[in-house]
């Protein structure tokens, strides 16, 4: 038997000779449940609106919005919506647009696999050869006391999700994956469960799914879309970040990222902008700038720019804890903490700076 690990939560056995369906042909059943292949083929757009976005301790106002567009393009956040504070898609690489403070970054690592994953209207299974995709037949399992056939895809990028086919109405119950969440810190395993499928225009679509982690049985979030449509047409530009002419500030701030991996780059550009405008509070966009660079894996120009940073704002709560996430993220504990419990000395109301710490001793 070949053993193929997802991860130390998630281990998934493909046996060499199995004695029921194959991959192929639970492929073409579960095409066939969803309305067929050339249905799902002839898919050109999909979007999916007014949707409510659960997550422990947050409830969204019910306008989330997604679009797919062939052959790569998607949008997270109603383009039409003016405002907005961030919007997300991919338009031949990722993109994710902030705005406060009012700057566009490309992105990388996990924060760009989170995006560019599902980019396709028709679903991961419709022409999956054809997508660079591989299926292999995988254990059978439950979801929710109900018998699944198992799926093991494996993206061209090597990500590998397990997908459990729901063995009465042939489409996905749920799909299992480790992922780092918010695109940020250790992978997550998880279970996302799929239900609410509804016709539109012939097309089984999920209306409701929840993701729970698979080791403590966790609800991490869950959506409900309030409507799907297929085939509209949709303007190009929808899929690209925001067009606007930048502040002096933005550009700095957009030009810092495109540095992050260079400290000594990084450095200079923020003491000449700093000399060049002593005038301009550079604080807050600096500390989402961080942010964005450890998100990216860039800890050690992160670790320099957050550095900076706290020691022209001594008095900001907010710079300290930056800075105490970015020395925790490159692996110096010890003066993450300090920096913690600064931020909590010169704010007793920074519940971030108190939470860090309290997840430290834990």
């Not at 993109?95 to 991961?124: C, F, K």
């Not at 309030?226 to 970040?241: D, M, Q, T, V």
């Not at 405008?277 to 120009?301: C, N, S, W």
């Amino acid at each position: 038997m070949r053993w193929l690990l997802l991860s130390a939560a998630l281990t998934i056995t493909v046996p060499l000779q199995a004695q029921y369906l194959t991959a192929d042909d639970i492929v073409a059943a579960h095409l066939k449940a969803r309305g067929g292949a050339e249905r799902l083929r002839a898919i050109e757009t999909v979007v999916y609106r007014n949707g409510v976005y659960r997550e422990p301790g947050y409830e969204g106002s019910g306008g989330a919005f997604m679009a797919m567009a062939r052959p790569y393009f998607k949008i997270v956040s109603d383009p039409a919506d003016t405002a907005s504070d961030m919007r997300e898609g991919y338009d031949g690489s990722a993109w994710e647009w902030y705005r406060s403070p009012g700057i566009v970054v490309r992105t990388v690592g996990a924060a760009n696999a989170a995006i560019r994953h599902n980019l396709d209207p028709d679903g991961p299974f419709s022409d999956y050869r054809v997508k660079g995709t591989i299926i292999e037949r995988a254990a059978d399992a439950t979801v929710g006391g109900r018998p699944a056939y198992g799926l093991y895809l494996t993206l061209r990028d090597g990500q590998p999700t397990l997908y459990l086919i729901d063995k009465e109405t042939l489409l996905i119950a749920a799909e299992r994956k480790a992922a780092p969440i918010h695109a940020f810190g250790a992978a997550v395993s998880s279970e996302e469960r799929f239900s609410d499928y509804r016709s539109v225009d012939g097309v089984l679509f999920s209306f409701h799914s929840t993701e729970t982690e698979i080791a403590t049985g966790k609800e991490l979030n869950s959506m409900t879309w309030g409507a799907i449509e297929i085939n509209r047409k949709l303007p190009r530009e929808w899929f690209s970040p925001p067009s606007y002419v930048r502040t002096p500030l933005q550009e700095f701030l957009e030009q810092l990222y495109y540095e992050r991996a260079d400290s000594s780059a990084i450095r200079w550009s923020y003491a000449a902008f700093r000399r060049a405008h002593p005038d301009i509070d550079t604080r807050a966009g600096i500390e989402m700038v961080g942010y964005q660079m450890l998100k990216m894996g860039d800890f050690a120009g992160a670790t320099v720019l957050l550095r900076m940073n706290a020691v022209d704002y001594p008095k900001s709560s907010s710079s300290a804890f930056g800075l105490g996430r970015a020395l925790l993220a490159a692996g110096d504990s010890t003066l993450a903490r300090r920096q913690f419990t600064r931020a909590l000395e010169l704010d007793l109301g920074n519940k971030s700076a108190a939470n860090a710490l309290k997840s430290m001793r834990n």
